[in-house]
């Protein structure tokens, strides 16, 4: 039979070792998930310095081609944030994950309507947390650089789609998560709202 002191000591020992046990496991638990968030990081930077290199590069407009997800439309540049990333078709996790997405059924750059983009706010959207009313904001594609102006911010419910209907005039809408620093599936979206400026056509006179 053993003595009180004997089974306190062991009783120590025991919780000593679950102790060490739990730390070490917290520890390792900690460091893979550090390990995935720099792998998503760099896989991310690739993705783009890849893309962005292949769209820098062509020089000649390639025929129009069948819109697929995945595929690059082009590039938004907000010069006063230094935000610049690709963009392609889609809003997927794995687009998501690698570039800006733009929402499929919404109005493509240059044409009429709402052209809404998706973007994660703990990386390429980050920088919208600075936006103000009248930053200028590029969209490039192989039709050229279309110009737009940030006219109003608005965070809305993750379940408002509105923010996705069409408009009757050439029309930004830039979505992200909300608020920016919120830990886990944020409950809201910060909703970035520019229209085009779209240049007179030279057979348009100018008005008086």
């Given at each position: 039979?053993?003595?009180?002191?004997?089974a306190?000591?062991?009783?120590?020992?025991?919780?000593?070792?679950?102790?060490?046990?739990?730390?070490?496991?917290?520890?390792?638990?900690?460091?893979?998930?550090?390990?995935?968030?720099?792998?998503?990081?760099?896989?991310?930077?690739?993705?783009?310095?890849?893309?962005?290199?292949?769209?820098?590069?062509?020089?000649?407009?390639?025929?129009?081609?069948?819109?697929?997800?995945?595929?690059?439309?082009?590039e938004?540049?907000?010069?006063?944030?230094?935000?610049?990333?690709?963009?392609?078709?889609?809003?997927?996790?794995?687009?998501?994950?690698?570039?800006?997405?733009?929402?499929?059924?919404?109005?493509?750059?240059?044409?009429?309507?709402?052209?809404?983009?998706?973007?994660?706010?703990?990386?390429?959207?980050?920088?919208?947390?600075?936006?103000?009313?009248g930053?200028?904001?590029?969209?490039?594609?192989?039709?050229?650089?279309?110009?737009?102006?940030?006219?109003?911010?608005?965070?809305?419910?993750?379940?408002?789609?509105?923010?996705?209907?069409?408009?009757?005039?050439?029309?930004?809408?830039?979505?992200?998560?909300?608020?920016?620093?919120?830990?886990?599936?944020?409950?809201?979206?910060?909703?970035?709202?520019?229209?085009?400026l779209?240049?007179?056509?030279?057979?348009?006179?100018?008005?008086?």
């Amino acid at each position: 039979m053993k003595s009180p002191r004997r089974a306190t000591a062991h009783s120590g020992r025991m919780s000593a070792s679950i102790s060490r046990a739990g730390s070490y496991f917290f520890l390792i638990v900690g460091l893979i998930a550090l390990g995935y968030a720099a792998y998503v990081v760099v896989d991310a930077h690739a993705y783009q310095a890849y893309e962005q290199s292949k769209f820098e590069d062509v020089s000649i407009k390639a025929p129009p081609t069948l819109l697929v997800e995945g595929g690059v439309i082009g590039e938004i540049q907000v010069p006063r944030l230094q935000l610049k990333a690709i963009v392609v078709q889609g809003d997927t996790h794995t687009i998501l994950r690698h570039a800006v997405g733009h929402v499929p059924e919404t109005a493509l750059p240059g044409t009429l309507g709402n052209v809404v983009l998706a973007g994660h706010r703990d990386t390429f959207f980050r920088p919208l947390r600075n936006i103000r009313l009248g930053d200028a904001i590029t969209l490039k594609t192989s039709d050229g650089a279309f110009q737009y102006l940030v006219e109003s911010t608005e965070v809305v419910p993750a379940t408002d789609v509105e923010v996705l209907n069409a408009t009757a005039g050439r029309t930004l809408t830039l979505i992200t998560c909300f608020p920016f620093d919120y830990i886990g599936p944020a409950p809201n979206r910060y909703v970035v709202r520019a229209r085009e400026l779209v240049s007179p056509s030279p057979d348009q006179p100018l008005a008086p």
